[in-house]
Structure formats: C-alpha cells, structure tokens
C-alpha cells in the first residue's frame, strides 16, 4: 500500500514532465488535503509565470496526461486541480495494508547507525522535570529508528565525574556508606549534594578535603574510584527506577557518562593543538569556529581547555563526537538537548568539522527542547522556587489517573495498573505532542482530560475498538474481511490511515514526534465520527457489513497500537 500523497506526487510529476517536458519532472506538485475533494494540487500557479501561460491553462495540460488516473481529477478557479481517488483504489489499498505485518511502513535502505544522546541527568543531584523531555522525546526518536530498521545505540551522557565528587564523596564517608547508599536510592540526590555544599561552603577543613579528593579521584586513586562506583551505583539504581515508571528503553549498558570520555581529554587537545585548530588565547585552548562572534564582533572561543589547565562540557563533548564518529560509526548523531544549548553545540558541530572529526557523510544535529512552564507561564518549579522532583510528578501523575478511573469495577491490582497506564500516557503524550522545540505549559487538568488531545483520549480510542470486538465476540486478529468503504465516514477513516507508513519515515527523519501524535489524534476524531454513523455490532446490521467494518476497526487498531508504542506511550484493552 502508498500512501496517497506519494501517489499523487510521482502521478502528477510523470504528468508535468510529459506535458512541458522532463526539465519540470521534479518540481513540487504542492499537494495538500483538501475541504473540496481528497486533495488539492497548486502546481499549476507556481509554474505558470515560468511557463508564460495562464494558471488554468496550465492546470488543463496537466489534467489531460491524467487520464489513466485512479479517481476524478477537477480544474478549479483560477487553476487550482481538485483530485478525489476512486473508492475502489482506497479500499485496495486498505486491505493491503491490513495484510501487511509492518502496516505500510517501511525500512531504511540501507539502515543506518543512529547514536541519539538523551536524558542526561546529573548524578550529583536529583532528576527533576527538566530531565522529562530530553528523557521521552530521546526515547520515542530510538524507538522509531529501530522500527525503520535502523541501529540505535542509545547514549545517556549522566554528569558524573568533575569537581563536585569530591566533596560529594567526602559527605557519603562522613555519613557512611550504607546510608549515603540509603538516601541515593531513594531519590534524595538533591538533598544529599545541598548537605555536602553547606559543608564545604561552612567548614574548611571539610574543603580542604574535598580537594583532596577530587586530586584523588582524578589520579584514578583505587579507594577513591571505589567510593565513586559505590556512589554512582546507588545514584543509577534509583535513575532506573524513574525509567522504569516512564517505560523508557534505557538501560546501564547505555550509560556514556562524562567519565567515559575523561580519559580521551588530554588527547583531545593534544590532536586538536598539534593539527592547529586550536590555539592558545589568553592562557586557555580554544578553538574558533569560523562564523561566530560575540556582542564585542570579536571571533567566539570554544575553551577546550582552560586557563587553569581545566576541561569542561566543550572538551568532553569534542571528544565525544570522535568517538560517536569514529569508534561507533555513527551515520547520524541526535543530541536532545535543551534550547539552551544550541550556541554551545552549533560551535562544537562547526569546530568539529574544522578538525576533521564530523565528516560530511554524518550528519550531527541538536533536536532542540523547549521549556517546561507553569500555569504561570514561568519555569515549571515548587511553589518554594525550587526544582519538581521528577519521581514526585510522576507519581502525582499516577494517583490523579487513579482518580479518574475509580468506580469502574476492577480489582485493586487491576486498577493500580491502569491508574499507571492512564498516568504516563498523560504525561508523556502532553509532551511529545508539541514540537519539542517550543516551550509548554505543563497542566494536570488538561493533561488527564479524556476529551481532547491527550493521552487519555488515545488510550480511549483503543479500548473502545477492543470493546467492539469483545461484543463481536472475536479478537481483532480473526477480522480478515474485505474493507469496504461505503459510508463518508468509512471512507474519510480509510483514506486517512493509508498514510500511516510514509509520516512514520517522515517523522522519524524530521526528529518530529508531535506529527505522529497529530496523526494519531486525526486517527482517534475520524474513529469517533465512525463510531457513531456507522454501527459496527448493533441490531440490524447485516453480516457483510459487520464484517467489513470489524475489519476497518482492526485496521484503525493497529495503527493507532502501533503509533502510540513508537512513541511509548502504553496503550490499554480496558479503561
């Protein structure tokens, strides 16, 4: 099966080509939905002025090297082409997509190594809600990937080496081992490092040491190292636990964290120095990208090391894309990285092209996140200022759905596992039906609605597909009848899913995961409007009809199944 729009595009481009030649075989047909037929096609107005002929003339040209066409083709006002496909096509189309395992989608040829950098968190403290999107849209990009056939390897680059560890680890031998170990895996990171900074910032003999320590740490000294891993093991632990909960595809086995790279760093500017990339520029090792200048009009520095004989983010991040590049053969790197950081890495992107290290046959991009914003319209924060724990949002998610669902017959355990469901689907569908670039509010209320956009919508619409069959009395696998397209609704709902399989491709290729949810919302209001027009298992209506709308409902099934767990969110046979 194709999707109609590519269809129409190489059916319309074979056209343009025979009609004024094969110099125009690759222009834009502009083909869009359309309010008056299935499609419209505005061509014609943009090649008019080239071709010194009116826009209907245009239009009647390519019309008539359409005759072979599968529908109805209309010339429209000034040369506008109205294009409606014949029913016979659409229900073709439908059943072979039906038949089709991978519902029209296809696989990347030939597939391609993917390294997307996601999550992140900071090991010295708490995850909180800003760690949410970089952690869902991350995950819903790799899911994708993999589904197109493509490698994935996942790198979560936690913050774990640096300066704060030493006074980190100093804290964890001052309380003890077992319950600094105690209070990590239970999520109380951001209270552990607040205790070790008003120490080292109250007591100098503590400071004293917590240098020390990071002299130590840095030396690779073994007793050090140990109390590191001791550290950083409790840390993961509860890190899993908020992937778990999430569903998330992280595991350790995809922990990159700073420390990987630490000892890369020196060789990083050891090669980047001698190949003369990077200069020395009051004291520190820089790099200067060509094309960036600061306020002053001056060339903007990536430090590669500092003055002080230091490394940060620059440094690491420098040694990481020549590892993603070189030991990882990465055809494409996705950082999902706040919106923050774009300048940061447009500079290592460029300097990293300037050293060689990002060859043209990579592709490195920043999949740029947006803010998370209160009903205020301000950054996402407790009433006290401070950061939301993400495990306390989470949760709260969770016992809101709980709410939603009492009163519905079902057993605790039951109930406990849907309130889950219905919670993560709120808020990871909340997210990733934005663009993930721009900023959102982030509001319970609208978020566990069931009318709507929203998670618990999507999730609606599938157990309502379930509870058809459940009355039919067979499971949506056994509906193998013809699908047929008699009534608008059925069609406008046929027709719609047909593209299910190229805004797969599109979306992953774009790093847009908001479409497949626009996509998937269209898929669920087209289902509704069915619903309720044309009656599936009620009295009265034939065995032939009931038949071939079961087969429609496990075709709409499967496709909204199949999106929403590209994108992670959990779907549900009750509700």
Not at 370 to 388: A, P, Q, W
Request: aromatic content about 8%; charged content about 25%; some cysteine.
């Amino acid at each position: 099966m194709t999707d109609p729009q590519i269809v129409l595009t190489e059916r319309v481009q074979q056209a343009l080509a025979r009609a004024f030649g094969p110099e125009h075989a690759d222009a834009d047909p502009l083909i869009r939905p359309s309010q008056f037929a299935d499609f419209q096609a505005n061509v014609a107005m943009s090649l008019a002025k080239r071709l010194r002929r009116s826009p209907r003339e245009v239009a009647e040209s390519i019309t008539a090297e359409l005759s072979d066409f599968p529908g109805t083709i209309e010339v429209s006002g000034p040369g506008f082409l109205n294009i409606t496909l014949d029913n016979a096509w659409i229900e073709s189309e439908a059943r072979r997509m039906l038949a089709d395992p991978r519902l029209g989608v296809g696989t990347s040829t030939p597939p391609q190594t993917i390294v997307i950098d996601y999550s992140a968190p900071n090991a010295a403290k708490e995850m909180h809600v800003g760690h949410l999107r970089t952690t869902i849209v991350g995950d819903s990009l790799a899911r994708m990937h993999e589904h197109l056939g493509n490698k994935v390897i996942r790198q979560n680059h936690l913050g774990d080496w640096g300066t704060p560890f030493g006074m980190l680890i100093e804290h964890l031998l001052d309380i003890g081992e077992s319950a600094a170990v105690e209070q990590l895996e239970a999520g109380q990171g951001t209270e552990f490092y607040q205790a070790a900074r008003a120490k080292f910032d109250g007591d100098e003999t503590f400071k004293t040491r917590a240098r020390a320590r990071v002299s130590t740490l840095q030396s690779g000294d073994p007793e050090t190292l140990r109390l590191w891993h001791v550290f950083m093991d409790a840390t993961v632990r509860f890190f899993n636990k908020v992937y778990a909960m999430l569903g998330v595809t992280l595991t350790d086995a995809d922990i990159a964290g700073e420390s990987m790279y630490n000892p890369m760093l020196q060789q990083t500017c050891d090669d980047l120095e001698a190949a003369g990339t990077a200069v020395i520029s009051e004291g520190a090792l820089c790099v200067f990208p060509p094309g960036f200048t600061g306020s002053d009009d001056k060339p903007l520095p990536l430090i590669i090391r500092k003055s002080d004989g230091g490394y940060g983010y620059a440094t690491t991040d420098m040694a990481a894309i020549r590892y993603r590049v070189h030991d990882l053969k990465a055809d494409r790197i996705l950082y999902v990285v706040g919106n923050e950081q774009a300048l940061h890495f447009q500079m290592v992107f460029a300097a990293a092209k300037q050293a060689g290290w990002l060859p043209d046959t990579t592709a490195a991009e920043h999949v740029r996140i947006g803010m998370m914003l209160g009903k205020d319209g301000r950054r996402f924060k407790t009433r006290s200022g401070e950061s939301v724990k993400l495990m306390d949002l989470l949760q709260e998610a969770v016992d809101r759905a709980a709410k939603l669902i009492e009163d519905r017959g079902h057993d605790e355990a039951t109930q406990r596992e849907i309130a889950h469901a219905v919670g993560m689907a709120a808020v990871k569908y909340a997210d990733l039906s934005v663009s993930h670039d721009s900023e959102y509010v982030f509001d319970f209320d609208r978020m566990v609605a069931m009318t709507g956009n929203t998670g618990p919508y999507m999730q609606y619409a599938t157990t309502r597909i379930h509870s058809i069959f459940r009355g039919a009395g067979i499971a949506p696998a056994d509906a193998t009848a013809p699908i047929v397209l008699a009534a608008p609704a059925e069609r406008a709902l046929g027709l719609h899913l047909l593209g299910f399989g190229e805004l797969v491709s599109q979306v992953a290729a774009d790093s847009e995961p908001h479409r497949l949810c626009a996509f998937l919302f269209q898929t669920a209001s087209l289902l509704s409007t069915f619903y309720e027009e044309c009656p599936v298992i009620k009295e009265g209506v034939d065995p032939e009809t009931r038949n071939q709308r079961l087969a429609l409902c496990a075709l709409t099934l499967r496709v909204l199944e199949t999106g929403l767990d590209l994108l992670g969110v959990p779907v549900l046979e009750r509700m």
